[in-house]
DNA sequence: GGGGCCATGTAACCCGTTACATGATTGA
DNA sequence: TCAATCATGTAACGGGTTACATGGCCCC
């Protein structure tokens, strides 16, 4: 399931040009689940074109590139279904706040203080843009999605506030006790310490 | 942050083979925020060789591909450091499974329920997992990250439990009513229902 | 006998990100 | 005057996934 597939699905609620598709992702009801940008998208239609799975219509505009308007048409809509019908993949996540947490020994106490609380800013600002989405009339399946995101942003946040003093307190003294080593420390060999699964 | 950078770090345990580091991405530590196997372990270590970031030597082994230990170097050691204290980039994530929820209304109302309850067992499955990873004494850092884990995991749990019933409900009435469309009805050039951000 | 564990890699491919290129209008 | 919004794209690059290639040992 790649870009195409999620442009197919916008489309489902009328048409649109890639600029308002792009709206689904950024800020969007996408926003939480998955993540694409112009140059993801604009790519994406191109290729949906030449499989005949949309059409486009332009419209020209002055001062600006022409719109193009992209409708789906029964065999995108096919292809789409079939997608959604078929296996899903597992989530696939990527994490650099948790990397950098899980390495935190590396990284300076006054460093990780302010990673920490950057990533729950940004929690709470997803909270936010969540719960500015109209929430109202739709299908059950958009609203799970929404409720999920609600729910996930505040429960995140709710757990790193839980666990923020004594985290970071358990860091400074950590960086304050000998062999964390941010520094030139010598690398050993065949240090075990903190190594186990 | 690439698998290069996070393999430089499992080597900050201790010397590891490319097999062993794999272990810390499949069912490990890292494997609810980070996902890689040996297509791109393997030649991160390779690059990582070449930059002299690591060194290696092999062991022979008989019946089996000489066992080759790889060991951080100082050069490895500033690098890690370095991609820890400099920007992270926000979360990465790419739900199939809410994808297909929020298109949940193309999907037959069986497989939503066989979608959603397996995504349901993996869910329990990971935090089975999670559960039986050490965590003993361990830095701060790797305390936490393991904790976000078996709280997400139990987090998603609760929601999804928690909104089953009435979400398979509703994904039967709306399916039994009319325009839900899984088949071969027309597409509609400009339909707005439903379509709102 | 079969599956899982150990143990390595590479080549091709696909997809996505980043940077570049353009530019008028509107509101703060 | 500056930033944001509207509006499109491409070229180069990078990274990761998939499939292929090999094979013995051990436990059920």
Known sequence: ??????????????????????????????????????????????????????????????????????????????????????????????????????????????????????YLAECDRNLEVMKSLDGGKVPAGQLLVRKFGLHLYGSIGDFLRGNREKFLDDIKAENASTNNSIGRSPVTGTATEGGSL
């Not at 096919?78 to 990284?107: C, H, P, W």
């Open 1 to 118: 399931m790649d870009v195409k597939t999620l442009c197919l699905g916008v489309l489902t609620f009328g048409d649109a040009t890639g600029y308002e598709i792009k709206g689904y992702f950024e800020d969007g009801p996408f926003s939480h689940f998955f993540q694409a940008g112009y140059g993801s998208i604009y790519p994406a239609l191109s290729k949906a074109l030449g499989e005949n799975y949309v059409v486009c219509r332009s419209e020209s505009q002055d001062g600006r590139p022409d719109k193009k308007i992209y409708s789906l048409t029964a065999e995108g809509k096919a292809y789409l279904t079939g997608e959604l019908n078929g296996e899903q993949a597992g989530d696939k996540i990527r994490s650099e706040f948790l990397v950098a947490m899980f390495f935190a020994k590396f990284i300076e106490a006054q460093t990780v203080e302010k990673i920490f609380d950057h």
